[in-house]
């Protein structure tokens, strides 16, 4: 299958399929490049790829009547980015959304993991119905055609699938212009292992008329399993694809995934594993897993600022945004999917040589023409569940309050 640049904007009708049709036929292949010298493959590239190379967007926002109030206030622009876990807990979602003091209100939302048709997230479109529930305009780029439930505990919950998509999304109060998305390389082959997909990861980008000024959006999602160095490249795609557009002050968020690990393959993950435990897990729970732009990823950081993109003052550097605590790591990571049986004595045990948590910061705001709004612009919000005490993602939430830079 071809991934391209989408510049094709639809409707949700656009993400209707037959495509389950094949699934179980799918499923025997155990690499892309099997199946894509299938006579199977002839069968589902046309459909498969209507759907991986479009975005869908909608309009439901009434605050463009608003936009002259707004303009006189000349108050400051908001953003939030955050991963939200399929979508799952939805209602939970929408409400911290709307009522959270630190979430709600934003000009955009730059949100990834969300599903359109999954069971382990009610079959719902997650970036439809939020869209919907909240007053916002929204734009949708699937990145995966999931051939199952899910990994780990998803494969066992109640239901079937139905559109079996996933992907990121993007919202906003005001009109989203140029909307498109640039797909990315995948750092491991998707039809390999437990978990199988057709699909590639994408950065979905769109032009915010923000009453106060214009800017550019882009809602990242980097490879989870995957080299640091895919990662690098995967950030230098988009910040190439950028310097083809005309120049506006831009904001990048997301889930960079920056967890220090290389996660190819278990064997990789594995060797990552014992390196830090010669570093000294105290060492690498204090140092590094919070502050990854310090040396285990800072190729990456030190790429966006070598090409004009600050983020240190864009983030509440070294607070984590994704935690594992030694009685969830499991669940949270679903680790036995990739990593041996043998492993896990010893993950427990460097865990508990830290307090039995560590914590990790994968969620990130980069920004050229930008600067934050203050001292406390640049926030991180955890401890995020519904009215149930059920946690609302294994992310938390990063805000920002930003402004235009005069320059």
């Known amino acids: ?96 959304l709307r009522e959270h003091e630190g979430l709600n209100q934003k000009d955009v939302l730059l949100l990834s993991e969300l599903d359109h048709g999954m069971a382990r997230s009610g079959n719902r479109f997650v970036a439809r119905d939020l869209a919907e529930r909240l007053g916002l305009n929204y734009a949708f780029a699937p990145v995966y055609i999931a051939l199952q439930k899910g990994s780990g505990v998803e494969a066992a919950v109640d239901g079937e699938n139905t559109r079996s998509i996933h992907g990121l999304a993007m919202f906003s109060k005001w009109t989203m212009r140029n909307v498109h998305a640039v797909p990315l390389p995948n750092g491991k082959d998707k039809m390999w292992g437990k978990e199988k997909r057709l699909g590639w990861l994408r950065a979905l980008i769109a032009d915010i008329e923000h009453p106060v000024a214009a800017f550019r959006a882009v809602t990242v999602h980097l490879d989870a399993h995957c080299s640091r160095e895919h990662r690098r490249r995967q950030m230098q795609i988009i910040l190439d694809h950028l310097e083809t557009l005309d120049p506006l002050p831009t904001l990048i968020g997301g889930d960079w995934n920056t967890t220090t690990f290389n996660s190819q393959n278990s064997t990789r993950a594995i060797m990552g594993y014992w390196r830090r435990v010669f570093m000294g897990p105290k060492n690498v729970a204090r140092n590094h897993l919070p502050h990854p732009e310090r040396y285990f990823e800072r190729p990456l950081f030190r790429m966006l600022e070598n090409r004009g993109y600050s983020f240190r003052d864009l983030n509440e550097i070294g607070t984590g945004t994704l935690h594992y605590h030694v009685e969830s790591i499991e669940k949270n990571t679903n680790l036995r999917d990739w990593v041996p049986e043998w492993c896990f004595p010893f993950i427990f045990w460097a865990a508990n040589r830290v307090g039995g948590s560590v914590s990790g910061r994968l969620d990130w705001f980069a920004g050229r023409g930008i600067e934050p709004a203050g001292p406390s612009a640049a926030r991180t919000i955890g401890g995020l569940k519904d009215e149930n005490g059920t946690p609302l993602s294994d992310h938390d939430a990063i805000a920002l309050d930003f402004r235009v830079s005069e320059a």
């Open 1 to 96: 299958m071809t991934p391209r640049i989408s510049n094709k904007v639809s409707g949700p009708d656009v993400l209707d399929h037959s495509l389950d049709g094949h699934f179980a036929e799918l499923l025997r292949f155990e690499s892309t490049r099997e199946f894509e010298e299938s006579p199977l493959h002839s069968k589902v590239r046309e459909e498969a790829e209507r759907i991986l190379n479009v975005v869908v967007a909608e309009d439901f926002s009434e605050a463009e009547a608003r936009r002259d109030n707004v303009r006189m206030e000349g108050r400051d622009i908001s953003a939030l980015a955050w991963n939200v876990e399929r979508g799952t807990v939805f209602d939970g979602i929408v409400g911290a």
